[in-house]
């Protein structure tokens, strides 16, 4: 921070001022983009003595640190410290090795983003520590399933594309009464609208792809972290090398400046789109915790304080094609992976693919969206000429 502030802050004014360090910059207000590997020590003793506030480029530097205190200041109250990543599934992926070691057992959401899932089922596996999927919506009855060696509960609410809503306080309670950590995948939220730490979270992930970056040209990621989860987490990715571009740790940084306006926007643009679609004839139910209709709604209310852009539909039983002819018909949602850039985006989806615990039935074929800061008026105009062409194709 330039200077400090002389009474408490709110998000939106730590989100302008977190990690900036006048004097690093020369007065500058951002921080210089460091391309280094090497740093000179000033002698022989120094080097030895590793005295230096910064000592390779892999471990950290101006840029980096930056980052960091932002994105720590950001969590708040709970956070010891966050690890860099340089992609969301990276810092999903790190989290996880960081807490498990061979022979542990370990609680994922049959909800989990599906590449978390090949990841248990893969490289997990080969190492010796066994999954068990469990119902998002299973609360304190989680305790059912926890062994002597269970190490860790992997949460994920809203889950990916299906949006079940989970009560993260009880299962947290649950799993901190028999000594494992809780992990949440709070890259929907993002820290502004779901403050997982006073939740009991101990290992927050976010993928910095998404609303962090902003604007759909970075891949980067992050694990917040609690002081009983940090030391093995720094020490985790240290040892294993990982570490970010400098031009897309600048890229984050930047991104996070605008966070608050930008998800204020999404969260507004998307709930009105939802409510339009939940209005309409072909559409059976709108999967959006933050509408009334939504078995979540009450937990999203509790916990959260607002919802981003991204949120999924069930249409009436159709036929593929006009499916296929509604999204292809859509100019302003571009059909892509990944969310939380500036842009609208639309992908067809089937959980039944993947899940293992639960049974997916929705009635009907599934869309995501990803409603972005385009004027709400042109989408819907938009998503009104794809449900003209999809009647005229069923
Ligand atoms: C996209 C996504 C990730 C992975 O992020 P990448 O940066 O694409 O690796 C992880 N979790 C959720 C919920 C996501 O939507």
Known sequence: MSKKPKTPIKPDTLLAHAGRDSELSHGFINPPVYHASTLLFASAEDQVAHRSRYQYGRRGTPTTEALEDALTALEGEGCAGVALLPSGLAAITTALLAVVGAGDHILVTDSVYRPTRTFCDGILKRMGVETTYYDPLIGADIAK????????????????????????????????????????????????????????????????????????????????????????????????????????????????????????????????????????????????PALESDPGHAIWKRDFTGACGLFSIVLKPVSQQ????????????????????????????????????????????????????EDPADLIADLERGFAVFNATK
Not at 150 to 170: H, K, L, W, Y
Not at 171 to 187: E, Y
Not at 325 to 333: G, H, I, K, P, R
Not at 350 to 358: K, N, V
């Open 322 to 373: 006009a499916v296929y002819a509604f999204m292809n018909e859509l100019a302003l949602f571009g059909i892509g992976y990944s969310w939380g850039g500036f842009e609208s985006l639309v992908i067809s989806f089937d959980c039944d693919e993947y899940r293992t615990a639960t049974t997916w039935a929705p009635g009907g074929p599934t869309l995501r969206f990803h409603v972005g800061l």
């Open 145 to 288: 399933l926890f062994r002597p060696n269970t190490r860790a509960v992997f949460t994920e609410s809203p889950g990916s594309q299906s949006f079940e809503m989970q009560d993260i306080p009880a299962i947290a309670k649950v799993a901190h009464d028999r000594g494992a950590l809780v992990l949440t995948d709070n890259t929907w939220a993002s820290p502004l609208y779901y403050r997982a730490f006073e939740k009991g979270v101990d290992l927050s992930i976010q993928a910095g792809t998404k609303y962090i970056g902003g604007h759909s040209d970075i891949m980067f990621g992050c694990v917040a972290a609690n002081a009983k989860a940090l030391p093995a987490l720094k020490d985790f990715v240290y040892t294993l090398g990982l570490c970010v571009g400098p031009d897309d740790m600048f890229l984050a940084l930047r991104g996070l400046r605008t966070l608050s306006v930008r998800l204020r926007r999404h969260h507004e643009s998307g709930l009105a789109i939802a409510r339009w679609l939940e209005a309409r004839p072909e559409v059976l139910r709108v999967m959006h």
